[in-house]
């Protein structure tokens, strides 16, 4: 099993539903493994503080736990 799939398997069984996330650079060695772990949902957000708040908008309103990921770092180069 893959590093990628095995985080996103583990969230999943931690009964996470929502991955909120900016696609680019370091997160897309996951977007295969997203879209194959089934029970997970990605949201596409424009910005990674656009995305940590929508989690956690999410995990107010639900009362689960809100996933993110994003990039290292702000205005980081992905090459």
């Known amino acids: 099993m893959e590093t990628t799939s ?3 398997s ?3 069984d931690e009964k996470i ?4 996330l900016v696609p ?4 897309d060695p996951f977007l ?4 194959a772990t089934s029970g997970l949902t990605p949201i596409v957000a ?3 503080g656009g995305a940590a708040y929508m989690a956690d908008g999410y995990a107010r309103a639900s009362g689960r736990f809100g996933a993110c990921m994003a ?8 090459w």
């Open 6 to 8: 095995y985080i996103l």
């Open 10 to 12: 583990a969230l999943r």
């Open 17 to 20: 539903t929502h991955v909120f």
């Open 24 to 27: 680019g650079g370091l997160i």
């Open 32 to 35: 295969p493994a997203l879209t």
């Open 46 to 48: 424009a910005h990674e």
């Open 71 to 78: 990039m290292a770092a702000p205005a980081s180069p992905t």
